[in-house]
């Protein structure tokens, strides 16, 4: 069963960093695309980046460009999320989630992490 389970959330003042981590368990995920997306209270799920566990590069959503930085730990098949410049708007519920190759969308997704970055 495909486990995905996030952590390093918290609280954070503006300008500063967090790093999330998704330990992801249950089958091989060569090929698969692992992403983030966050939600905040009352807005629509949105877009972080993504990365193709199996290598290749990052890409990211238009509010976090140049700001957060993906990468993976095969050895521990962790997703990590290296977020820098926070700012009060990066509030959010944030999901790590997977896609396998075949599938149209996102299939699994974690229990998400709470980042609260204060003014």
């Known amino acids: 069963q495909v486990q995905l389970v996030e952590s390093g959330g918290g609280l954070v003042q503006a300008g500063g960093s967090l790093r999330l981590s998704c330990a992801a368990s249950g089958r091989t995920f060569n090929n698969y695309r692992m992403g983030w997306f966050r939600q905040a209270p009352g807005k629509e799920r949105e877009f972080v980046a993504a990365?193709?566990?199996?290598?290749?590069?990052?890409y990211y959503g238009e509010s976090v460009k140049g700001r957060f930085t993906l990468s993976t730990d095969n050895a521990k098949n962790t997703l990590y999320l290296q977020m820098d410049s926070l700012k009060p708007e990066d509030t959010a519920v944030y999901y790590c989630a997977a896609k396998s190759p075949e599938a149209y969308d996102y299939l699994y997704w974690g229990q998400g992490t709470q980042v609260t970055v204060s003014s």
């Open positions: 990365i193709r566990w199996s290598g290749g590069s990052a």
